[in-house]
Structure formats: C-alpha cells, structure tokens
T-cell receptor
Framework: NAGVTQTPKFQVLKTGQSMTLQCAQD?????MSWYRQDPGMGLRLIHYSVGAGITDQGEVPNGYNVSRSTTEDFPLRLLSAAPSQTSVYFC????????????FGQGTRLTVV | AQSVTQLGSHVSVSEGALVLLRCNYS??????LFWYVQYPNQGLQLLLK??????LVKGINGFEAEFKKSETSFHLTKPSAHMSDAAEYFCAVRYGGATNKLIFGTGTLLAVQP
C-alpha cells in the first residue's frame, strides 16, 4: 500500500532554475494539496485541488504552479527557484468527506542556492 | 479568518509526567479538528480527530484530546510521557465547505527528559 509518494526526497537547485516536485496517490482521493514547512511557521498551504482539472491557490502560491490532469497525480512546479523557496515540501491526499483525514507523503527537502 | 493557535512552540516534560499541548481555534461554527505528529525527517501522521461524534477523542499511542466549545479549545494530553513521544505536534482545523482546506497551527516541539 504505497499511499502518497513524493519524489525526489532531496534536491538542490541554483537560483533561477525550474523543477517539478512529483506527488502521486493510490487511494483514489479527490482532494490533494501541497504544503511547505518552515521552522516556526507550521505547514502553509501552497495550492490545492478538489478533483481532476480543478486547482486553486492556498496561502503562499507565488512562484509555484500546479495542475491536476489525473486523480492520482498532483505535481508542483517551481518556475524560477529563489532562496526563499528553500523549505520542506509535503504533498497530502484527503478523501472527499469533510471528516476525512489527510495522508501525507514523506516530504521533499529543497535547497535553493 | 479561519485559524488555529498552538500555545508554546517548545514543551519539555520528564519521562512519566503529564503531557499537555494546547490548541485553540477561531470560529463560531465548530470545525473538524485534528492532531498530527511528526517524527524527525518524516511526514505527518494522524494522532486523532474530532468530528462531532464525541467531545473526548482517543488516539494512538495513548494520546487523547477534549473538544471544549465554550473555550474553543482542543488540547492534546497523555497521562505519562515516554521517550518515544519526543516529536513535533501539529493541531489542524478544517471548516468543510467546497474547498475542505486543512489549516495548521505552527506546531509544538515536545522534548521528553529522562
């Protein structure tokens, strides 16, 4: 039972480079979301999706793009990496019920130099 | 604005002592509430959740939390701390509706002293 799979686990980028963080879930959940975790700030919502073809912005969307072409996949794209995007990124998947609990991937630790 | 506040970014207890981690939410409408735990270099794992079925909720690893509407609180407790409880704990709230967004507190790092 894979759950939520994130790749890569670690990544170092140079300022200005672009990359895509991958997230896949095998639980047929409708809701998926991306968070970034920074010391003392908890988890902040970047983008989320309520189903295939539907995405919306969270609290801190600037510098990131998402798409949701399938139920299973929800990639996060950094368009032009900046040092301020150095963080740990978590993807989460949630069943559609309001009481459903989110399942998290193991995270991607990104450093932008 | 929908938010959740965790009082105390760091809490230290002795092994065997009571653990109390505080969480308050802001809303006139009772939300759905969650506690997650994060061990070093790992993702988040659900400890327990409140979904209006019962105000006292029991979770994994001996943790429990009580929903108090009058205090807008959902504090996490464990009667006797174990060394393996050392981790970061996050309170989270969901208000339902079309977006069903999950909003996190800033976390509390629990240290357990021998």
């Amino acid at each position: 039972n894979a759950g939520v799979t994130q790749t890569p686990k670690f990544q170092v980028l140079k300022t200005g480079q672009s990359m895509t963080l991958q997230c896949a879930q095998d639980m047929n959940h409708e809701y998926m979301s991306w968070y970034r975790q920074d010391p003392g700030m908890g988890l902040r919502l970047i983008h989320y999706s309520v189903g295939a073809g539907i995405t919306d912005q969270g609290e801190v969307p600037n510098g990131y793009n998402v798409s949701r072409s399938t139920t299973e996949d929800f990639p996060l794209r950094l368009l032009s990496a900046a040092p301020s995007q150095t963080s740990v990124y978590f993807c989460a998947s949630t069943p559609s019920q309001e009481t459903g609990s989110a399942f998290f991937g193991q995270g991607t630790r990104l450093t932008v130099v | 604005a929908q938010s959740v506040t965790q009082l105390g970014s760091h809490v230290s207890v002795s092994e065997g002592a009571l653990v109390l981690l505080r969480c308050n939410y802001s809303s006139s409408v009772p939300p759905y509430l969650f506690w997650y735990v994060q061990y070093p270099n790992q993702g988040l794992q659900l400890l327990l959740k409140y979904t209006s079925a019962a105000t006292l909720v029991k979770g994994i690893n001996g943790f429990e939390a009580e929903f108090k509407k009058s205090e807008t609180s959902f504090h996490l407790t464990k009667p006797s701390a174990h060394m393996s409880d050392a981790a970061e704990y996050f309170c989270a709230v969901r208000y339902g509706g079309a977006t069903n967004k999950l909003i996190f507190g800033t976390g509390t790092l629990l240290a357990v002293q021998p």
